[in-house]
Every structure is written in structure tokens, then in C-alpha cells.
């Protein structure tokens, strides 16, 4: 199975803040990645698909890159409606779809 | 508007059996394969079973195999998800989740509520 790895596990920000997350694929998974944002109590919300295309929707603040094995989530100009836990999954692999293990965004 | 929406969770005993249902609307569910996504508290996500638009193929995770079945019955715009000889590690809120493209297995646009299953004696 690809096995995906985040980091940080916890980020502390501040709001105004540029701030990235990293997901890293066990193997190469083309750009097949997708980032959810996911509140507490709540259902996690796509927030890119394909690696860097934003759904619609989703403020222009958030921004993905990266291919193949090493990919980010980008943030800039924190706002307070950002501060959550984001997750990258891979569907790549037809036969089990893997998530990171989360990024919390917390407030510094 | 897309709207998914679970149902059957509760409390069970180990080596029981729960089934969940999601019934969803504001699309052509017969067009999407549609997903179960658990997360045990405090956890991240897992990713549990999948089924296409027609309910002819289906994939499971190795941690469920065997013991959960997923299916979906497209005259009534529902999904289930039969879940036999649970564990305690079973315990999780379980989302069911649409595919974002018609006919294909990808990523997961739209997410239910979440319906909590508890595996306790």
C-alpha cells in the first residue's frame, strides 16, 4: 500500500502567517493528491484536487504544488476560519485510497 | 444541492453487526461510486470501502475485509454499509463520501455528517 506521511504534525501560526504543509508518497503517485480541510465535529471539505486545482469555492489563499513524491499545501494570510486539521490523500492506487495522518493549525 | 446523509450508528458489542445507510440527493447517485471514510476518536481519516456508480465492482480496505460489505441501492438514492463480527478498533464516526468525477474512482467532494459507531461490552 502507498503510505503517506505528513509534516508537521502541529503547526502554530499566527494570523497574517504563511504557512506549508508537507505530504510525502511512499512512491511516486503522479499528481493524484487531494488536501481536505476538516474542523472538529465536522465532515473534513476538499479544499485542491489533482495536486494544485483549488475546488470551487475554496478561497485563493490556499494553493497546492508538487508531483510525484513530495507535495505541499500552502496558506498565506492565515485567517481565523483557517485554523483546523488538514489531511492529504492519495488516489493514485484504484485498490485503497491512504490519507496523511493530519496537520493541525493552531493558534500561535 | 448535493446532501448525504448517514444513519444506523449506535453502541454494539463486540462480534455484532451494525448497518449503516446513507441516503443522499441533489445528484445522479447512479453516476458516481460512492466511499465509507471512518475516523476513530481522536484519529485521522481511514479510508474503509468503495463502490462504483453501478454497484458491480468494490473495494475494501484489508483492516475490514471479510467483515464489512459495502453496497447501494440506486432506485432509492441510498448507500450501506453491512458491518459484521466488529471490533472495538471498529469504533470511529463513518462518513460516507461522493466521488468528485462520474464514473471514476478519485478523490471525494462531498461528505456526509458522519454517523458514530461505538464496539464496547
Known amino acids: 500500500d502507498i503510505q503517506m506521511t505528513q509534516s508537521p504534525s502541529t503547526l502554530s501560526a499566527s494570523l497574517g502567517d504563511r504557512v506549508t504543509i508537507t505530504c510525502r508518497a511512499s512512491?511516486?503517485?503522479?499528481?493524484?493528491l487531494a488536501w481536505y480541510q476538516q474542523k472538529p465535529g465536522k465532515a473534513p471539505k476538499l479544499l485542491i484536487y489533482?495536486?494544485?486545482s483549488l475546488e470551487s469555492g475554496v478561497p485563493l489563499r490556499f494553493s497546492g504544488s508538487g508531483s510525484g513524491t513530495e507535495f505541499t499545501l500552502t496558506i498565506s494570510n492565515l485567517q481565523p476560519d483557517d485554523f483546523a486539521t488538514y489531511y492529504c490523500?492519495?488516489?493514485?492506487?484504484?485498490?485503497?485510497?491512504?490519507f496523511g495522518q493530519g496537520t493541525k493549525v493552531e493558534i500561535k | 444541492e448535493v446532501q448525504l446523509l448517514e444513519s444506523g450508528g449506535g453502541l454494539v458489542q463486540p462480534g455484532g453487526s451494525l448497518r449503516l445507510s446513507c441516503a443522499v440527493s441533489?445528484?445522479?447517485?447512479?453516476?458516481?461510486?460512492m466511499s465509507w471514510v471512518r475516523q476513530a476518536p481522536g484519529k485521522g481519516l481511514e479510508w474503509v470501502s468503495s463502490?462504483?456508480?453501478?454497484?458491480?465492482?468494490?473495494y475494501d480496505a484489508n483492516s475490514v475485509k471479510g467483515r464489512f460489505t459495502i453496497s447501494r441501492d440506486n432506485p432509492k438514492n441510498t448507500l450501506y454499509l453491512q458491518m459484521n463480527t466488529l471490533r472495538a478498533e471498529d469504533t470511529a464516526v463513518y462518513y460516507c463520501?461522493?466521488?468528485?468525477?462520474?464514473?471514476?474512482?478519485?478523490?471525494?467532494?462531498?461528505w456526509g455528517q458522519g454517523t458514530l459507531v461505538t464496539v464496547s461490552s
Open positions: 463520501a461522493k466521488a468528485a468525477v462520474s464514473y471514476g474512482f478519485d478523490y471525494f467532494d462531498y
Open positions: 441533489g445528484f445522479t447517485f447512479s453516476d458516481f461510486a
Open positions: 463502490i462504483s456508480g453501478s454497484g458491480g465492482t468494490t
Open positions: 512512491q511516486s503517485i503522479s499528481d493524484w
Open positions: 489533482k495536486a494544485s
Open positions: 490523500q492519495q488516489y493514485d492506487s484504484y485498490f485503497t485510497w491512504t
